[in-house]
């Protein structure tokens, strides 16, 4: 290729990945989390009563009956979880919203825990599960935007495109080359080509899964709008249906509906494989009334973060829909599920969760190290003198300090804010609605220490927070076993303590970080932006 073309497509590269590098990093970081997200849910529940225990079947008619009598809100949409789980509740669990608010959106839901007493009555207790997990889920969809709502998700939309520009030219950049520096990481004194080297790999290696969260994300961003227009130039409109005049829709008597184990030996027949694990239930007293049997087939792939599910009527046990059943859906609908499968890693069982959640840290380190890589390759060099001659370290462009400060400030202070968001959820116990104040207040903080104090300053106190931050994870919970009267807790389920395990990885790496950062600031080339002097 001729070298005029390498260079445009070397700028498309650069200018893409600066434009979106910032913004990738906090998708990528707080995505890589949201693999483990009935992880992170499960460490960060407080024990509770009506949690963690999970109702015999053979109550749950009665259960629903008499909630249904007591809270006939809860009719519009309530679940049943079939297992046993520090976030889950073990009884009947509904939310009303207000009017009109998506269910992205954070914190005005009010939820309820129906449980049934030994003398038989109900009883109904208001609770508030942690909001860390979805608040977490929002910094990964919208990149830490204000809000999860459509403008902004059509803002990801934009920094999706710039990513797959990105890698497109990218790899045509490294085509030339690609053979013969593939697999070449030249360790040395010369940092700036071992970071090269290592952009290099880590990009090629992990081309396909970039390619996946590129387009996938670009569908997310504007689905609503594709389903629009598939609306009107595929599907020919549906005529609504009409009711004679002066008649009411028909209700119901939930009384009346088959058993959850009824309901569960239908859905064994339909699909052997299956593994349920809740049932939700839609408008159960009205003519539309369905029930969502959720789960997952450890053969397929799942068409939602959640798992798949196969619709019933709650009465009949007819099959309403086995769209999003896995391993039965038609090739359309297995097409459209592959994308969010694709995305969340919903197939493989947990090596694919965590070959995910390795790509994702490793996607952040790369939007890291692009943007570190472009400020190294416009640093002023010192010209060379005399032996005893005293030379001058020249003064770095405006342009390059504030890059090197933002890239610090914005993608340090995310990992520094989130550790400390996952700790403040069990310490402080914060409504849902603080996680984002204190995740903007750490982040405004970490990017104006970095432009106060410089890029390579900042670098070492960042980190170190950071590590410290990431270190009380686990902290946390030793604390919480040792001693229970601070309030604290400490889960020993295998997932809980995954999450503190993974933890602990990561202050350690986070340290090392910290102590390279400082051997660079102090003993690397003086007229570099990342040395103290």
Known sequence: MRSDYLRIYKSVHTWTGILAGMALFIAFYAGALTIFKDALARWSSAP???????????RVPELIVRTLQAQPAAGKDFR????????????????????????????TARHYVATLESTGSVQVTQVAPSGLVSFIDRLHRVAGLPDDKDEYRWVMGVVAVLYALALISGVIVLLPSLVKDFFALRIGKNLKRMWLDAHNVVGIASLPFHLVMALTAIVFAYHD??????????????????RPAGTTAPVRDPAQMLSPVQLLARVRTLSPDFEPSSLQYLQVSSARAAVRVWGHDPAAHAPRFGGGFVALDPYTGKVLSADFLPGRQSNAYALIGSFFALHFGTYGGLPVRWLYFLLGLAGAWLFYSGNLLWVESRRKKTAPQGADAVTAVPAQRRDVRLLAAATVGICVGTVLAISLIIVASKCLSLPHGWYPWMYYLVLLAALGWSCWRGAARAAIHLLWLAALATLAIPASSLLGWAWPALGLWG????????????????ALGLIWMARATTRRALHGPADSVWAIR
């Open 80 to 107: 049943l979880h079939l297992a046993a789980a520090e976030h889950l509740p073990g009884g009947l669990s509904w939310q009303l919203r207000p009017d009109g608010e998506d269910e992205h959106e954070a914190g």
């Open 491 to 506: 889960h020993t389920s295998s997932a809980a303590l995954g999450v503190d395990g993974t933890a602990l990885l990561g």
């Open 48 to 58: 509770s009563a009506v949690y963690g225990q999970a109702l015999a079947l053979e």
């Open 225 to 242: 709008g594709f389903y629009v227009i598939q609306n009107k130039l595929i599907h020919a409109p549906r005529p609504a249906a009409a």
